[in-house]
C-alpha cells in the first residue's frame, strides 16, 4: 500500500508534470508541422512506397544558444531557462522552445509579454487567451515567423510555467 501512495506521489510531483507537459508540446508541434503543408506534398506522381517523415528533435541544455530565437525578445528577468529544444521536419520547417520556470504569476507574466508585444513594432499580436486563471496563451508574428508563449500555474502555486516557442516561416 505505501508503494502504491509512493508511486502517486510521484506521478503528482512538478517534474513528472512538466515532463509529460513537454511531450505534449513535442507532440503537438511535430502535429503541426506535419498537418500544415509539411506533410507528403502531391508533385503529379503517385508511389504506393510509403515515405518516412520524421522531425528532428534536439533537447539542448538550457543555457544553448537557441539559433533562430529572436535575440531581442525578451524573457522575464526572474525567470530561469529549465531547457531548450530544437525541432526541424524534414522539409526545413524550424521551431525552436525555450522552457523556463518563473516565480511571478501567471497574470504577471502575461502582463510582461503582452506589455513588450505592444512595445515593439516589430510584433504584430495574432490572438491571447486570458479568461482561464491557471493558464494563459498569446502568439504574435514577425517576419520571420510566429511566436507562441503558454504560460501555465505550477504546483506548488508559487512556480509558474512559461513555454516559449517560435517557429520560422519557410521560405
Do not use: C
Not at 512538478?14 to 508541434?29: C, E, P, R, T, W
Not at 524550424?94 to 518563473?102: A, D, I
Not at 502568439?139 to 516559449?164: C, R, S, W, Y
Amino acid at each position: 500500500m505505501e508503494n502504491k501512495q509512493n508511486f502517486l506521489e510521484f506521478l503528482g510531483s512538478d517534474k513528472v508534470k512538466f515532463g509529460i507537459g513537454l511531450a505534449v508540446i513535442i507532440l503537438v508541434a511535430g502535429l503541426f508541422l506535419f498537418y500544415f503543408g509539411l506533410g507528403n506534398k502531391d508533385d503529379g506522381s503517385k508511389t504506393n512506397e510509403p515515405v518516412a517523415q520524421e522531425n528532428q528533435i534536439e533537447e539542448l541544455d538550457a543555457d544553448a544558444d537557441l539559433v533562430f530565437f529572436p535575440t531581442d525578445f525578451l524573457s522575464p528577468t526572474s525567470a530561469e531557462i529549465v531547457k531548450n529544444v530544437r525541432v526541424t521536419s524534414p522539409e526545413g520547417q524550424v521551431q525552436v522552445t525555450k522552457l523556463l520556470e518563473s516565480p511571478k504569476s501567471v497574470d504577471e507574466n502575461f502582463s510582461f509579454f503582452q506589455s513588450n508585444f505592444d512595445k515593439n513594432d516589430r510584433w504584430q499580436m495574432i490572438a491571447t487567451s486570458e479568461e482561464n486563471p491557471v493558464f494563459k496563451s498569446l502568439v504574435a508574428e514577425d517576419a520571420g515567423g510566429t511566436m507562441h508563449i503558454f504560460i501555465e500555474k505550477g504546483q506548488p502555486d508559487d512556480i509558474t510555467f512559461l513555454n516559449m516557442s517560435y517557429v520560422l516561416n519557410l521560405e
